[in-house]
Each structure stands twice: as C-alpha cells, then as structure tokens.
C-alpha cells in the first residue's frame, strides 16, 4: 500500500466502478449491523460476490471491527480463499468456510449475511424455531431453513450439508449458532436480517410475557409474499437503503473511505 496515498483512493483506481460501489454499499452493511447491535466483536461476517467475477467475493478483514469497517478495508477473495488483491489483512477462517460454499452454489447469493445477534442465537436454540406469532415472522417464514450445529465452521466437510439445508431459502436458522441471511445486494441481504433479528426479538418478549401466545394461520403465511411486494412498492430493500446510507453519513461517513 501506498504509504502517502489514503487507501481508498489506491484501492478506488484498481478496481471498477461497480465493485467500488459495492464496497460502500457492503462497509455499510457492516456499519449498520454494529449499529443496531448484532456485532459480535469482530466473529461474524458478510459477504458480497464481486460483479462480474463470479468466483470473487468481499468480506471483511479479520480482527477489525465492524464499525471500522470501510469501502478499502474489505479483502476479496476466491473460493479457495486466496487473496486476489493485496490485503494486510488475513480474513476468518470460519467465514470462509459458511460464505464460500453457499456463494458457489446460490447463483443469486449475491450478499450473506451472517450475525450472532443474541436474540437470534437464543432463539436458535428452541427446538420449535421460529413461530408464527408476528407479522415480522410471516416474512422469515415464507423463506425459512434450519441448520443443525456441528461446533465452530471450520470443518469444509460440513459444506454440503450446510448448502443443502439452505436449499432455495432466503433465511437459514443455524441452530444454537445464529443466523443467516441471503440477498440480490447488501440492500437486500441487510433487510432480510433486520426481519429476521426483529422476528427472534418479539418472539422471546412475548415468550417471557407468560401469556398464551397466539398463533397467525397458515392462509395468512401463503399471501404474505404478494403482501412484502405491495408494502415495499416492489422495490424491496432499494426502498429503504438511500435512508439508511443518509443515516450512516449523518453519523460518519468513514465507510465511504
């Protein structure tokens, strides 16, 4: 790295537009998830394939935590998990094993999002999972997967399995672990979280309330689709980012760098 040149504008002029774009939108993911609490020091991660370079993708540099996280920071890899572009940064190791198999396999995992929130890892370890007792929870379920725990992600014998419990879902529980998200773009993968962590919160609140809790029938869960497209005016997650990224610049714009 260029001791006297900032690292964004080195980074900036190696790679192309749309990868630069996707670097802010993906430092931002980062710094939205610190934001709203379901960090966890620096041992989650998210992902992003970088555009037309199907076997490249963008995680985060290890050790760095997330609301450090910028545009430049992030280190690209293959899917043997080989540095492509120069990086002082190594990236986990149990990150590449989850978002490497699953990038390979969902060509429309662009983005993965994977969190410890502690509301989704209590919830993880309830044998029912997720119930259908909210609105929030209609969304998850629509799309939902389980993943039964097979310790810390180190082992790529568990990647086969680990993708087919994914199958086609947008939302993978990882059983006593966490959870997981899949999307088209940071956008997109980011809003899949927020219902998700939002699902598994009410959930342990109504729980802990001690009431009888009521479920939502299933002719609601079938329409609930057609339901997210109307609400969000069919642009999904493109409705609510520019907010979002006017947040974060309100706060600190250092993920752009």
């Known amino acids: ?38 960090d966890d020091l620096v041992f989650t991660h998210i992902s992003a394939r970088v555009p037309g370079h199907e076997r490249h993708f963008l995680i985060n540099p290890y050790g760095m935590m997330f609301e ?6 992030l280190v690209k890899i293959d899917l043997e998990g080989r540095k492509v572009m120069e990086s002082p940064y190594e990236i986990n190791p149990a990150g590449f094993t989850i978002h490497s198999c699953i990038h390979a396999a969902r060509e429309d995992a662009h983005c993965i999002v994977h969190v410890h929130s502690l509301n989704g890892v209590a919830v993880s370890a309830q044998r029912a999972g997720v119930l259908p007792i909210s609105q929030q929870s209609l969304f998850v ?17 568990e990647q086969p399995r680990l993708v087919r419990d994914l199958g086609t879902s947008l939302y993978l529980m990882l059983r006593n672990h966490g959870l997981l998200t899949v ?11 927020y219902l998700f962590e939002a699902t598994c ?4 609140r109504a729980q802990s309330g001690g009431g009888e809790l009521i479920p939502i029938g299933a002719p609601l869960l079938a329409g609930i689709r057609a339901a ?5 005016r069919g642009q999904g997650a493109a409705l609510i980012w520019p907010g979002l990224l006017r947040r974060l610049d309100r706060l600190d714009r250092g993920f752009r760098d």
Do not use: C
């Open 228 to 232: 997210a497209e109307r609400v969000t």
């Open 141 to 157: 379920l629509a799309s939902l997967a389980y993943h039964d725990y097979e310790g810390v992600a180190l082992n790529a014998a």
């Open 201 to 204: 919160a009410i959930q342990l």
């Open 183 to 193: 999307g088209s773009s940071p956008a997109d993968a980011f809003l899949h979280m």
């Open 68 to 73: 450090e996280i910028t545009a430049s920071s």
């Open 1 to 38: 790295m260029h001791a006297s040149v900032p690292a964004a504008v080195v980074v900036k002029s190696q790679v192309s537009a749309q990868e630069w774009e996707l670097r802010v939108n993906l430092a931002a993911a980062y710094r939205l998830v610190a934001l709203f609490g379901w």
